[in-house]
């Protein structure tokens, strides 16, 4: 017999993975401890457990890949067989219409680009801000930054420069976090450069005291000085994208939570294993929230979903809980597809959006 801890190992199904598969009834454990709930697992189940992972991987939907385990335990290998051709022509189907659709795409782009009459930037500013606010808006957003070197855009945080106010945003696709703080002695226009994480985190170093630091811009380079410190360095080429258009708050149901108990419900509660974004990402451990009729909010177990549940990466949540601080936070809420917003109970400007995950059932 295998310990779940040893399935998972040998399997390549985290512990996570093989909870959820037990409670869906596709890999039932072959015997539980009725008094501690351990799970085992006969020898044999092993190759069922790997053929799982496999058929996981690949993006078979939960419903197909219980039965792919159940003509894999019997004899009917043309069941088995005609569900993996069927998923495969699923995927190439949607590959094939995927190139078509991006190649009508790559041509809009050719017909918008003109590079004969690219220049290089030509911004200017100079501002002064407070040290303690920039340093609270950097720990604020510096976690939502991309590391994907596919997306080289994103891998660093917005400072945005309108008038007396400063923006500062991060994304990585799944995620987004915004800051805002005050900023004095810039009266131009509207500036916006993107500082790529190492510089930013050089920046976040300088931080330490109360007085006021100044941030210049000119052209492609970006500095910060404290006092007789400065971190100064180039901006990233790649304009990052209109997060205007993309900050869409949810409109629906918000929750006051108690961080604490928040957090210690998200650590020990139900999770669901890491459901596939796209190819070769799959997202780290899905929990349910769901937020009842008087504003509570709770981890849910697995199926018992309506319209009033969203699932979300558990990591991602914890890490935009953290990044918040503070006793009690604000969770709003709109359908199941739209984002999580999670938002300071005194600051209505400094906020993060948390994209949904899909569940497959």
Same mark, same amino acid.
């Given at each position: ?34 008094? *501690? ?39 009917? &290998? ?8 069927? %998923? ?57 930054? *991309? ?19 400063? %923006? ?17 002695? %810039? ?17 976040? !170093? ?9 941030? &210049? ?13 400065? !971190?100064?360095?180039?901006?990233? !080429? ?9 900050? %869409?708050?949810? *409109? ?45 909010? &709770? ?50 400007? &400094? ?11």
């Amino acid at each position: 017999m295998r310990s779940i801890g040893e399935m998972a190992g040998d399997s390549g199904l985290g512990v996570s993975a093989l909870r959820f598969y037990d409670r869906a009834g596709v890999l039932v454990p072959a015997w539980v401890d009725p008094v *501690s709930g351990y799970r085992w697992y006969a020898p044999e189940q092993l190759d069922e457990a790997r053929l799982l992972a496999r058929l996981r991987r690949a993006g078979m939907p939960l419903a197909d890949i219980r039965l792919v385990l159940a003509g894999w335990s019997g004899s009917d &290998t043309d069941l088995v067989r005609g569900l993996l051709l069927a %998923h495969l022509r699923r995927l190439e189907g949607g590959l094939a219409a995927a190139r078509t659709e991006f190649s009508a795409i790559r041509t809009l782009l050719d017909q918008r680009e003109n590079p004969m009459t690219t220049a290089p930037r030509t911004t200017a500013a100079r501002l002064s801000v407070s040290a303690p606010e920039l340093a609270a808006a950097l720990d604020a957003v510096r976690y939502a930054a *991309s590391s994907d070197p596919g997306l080289p855009m994103l891998g660093g945080v917005l400072f945005d420069v309108e008038g007396d106010t400063l %923006h500062l945003v991060a994304t990585d696709r799944y995620r987004m976090a915004v800051a805002r703080i005050g900023a004095t002695g %810039h009266a131009g226009p509207r500036v916006q450069v993107t500082v790529p994480v190492p510089l930013s985190d050089a920046m976040r !170093a300088l931080l330490g005291g109360d007085e006021p630091v100044g941030l &210049t811009v000119d052209g492609d380079r970006v500095a910060l000085e404290a006092g007789d410190r400065q !971190a100064a360095g180039q901006c990233l !080429a790649q304009d990052f994208p209109d997060y205007r258009r993309l900050v %869409h708050l949810p *409109s629906g149901r918000r929750a006051l939570v108690e961080t604490a108990a928040l957090r210690a419900e998200l650590e020990t509660g139900p999770v669901r294993p890491g459901v596939a974004r796209e190819q070769g990402d799959v997202s780290g451990d899905v929990s349910v929230l769901g937020i009842a009729d008087d504003g509570t909010v &709770t981890v849910r177990e697995d199926g018992d979903g309506d319209g009033s549940r969203v699932a979300v990466d558990r990591g991602f949540l914890l890490e935009a809980i953290a990044a918040a601080g503070g006793d009690r936070l604000v969770l709003e809420f709109g359908a199941p597809t739209a984002p999580v917003a999670i938002r300071r109970v005194a600051d209505e400007t &400094t906020f993060a959006l948390l994209m949904p995950v899909r569940l497959d059932d």
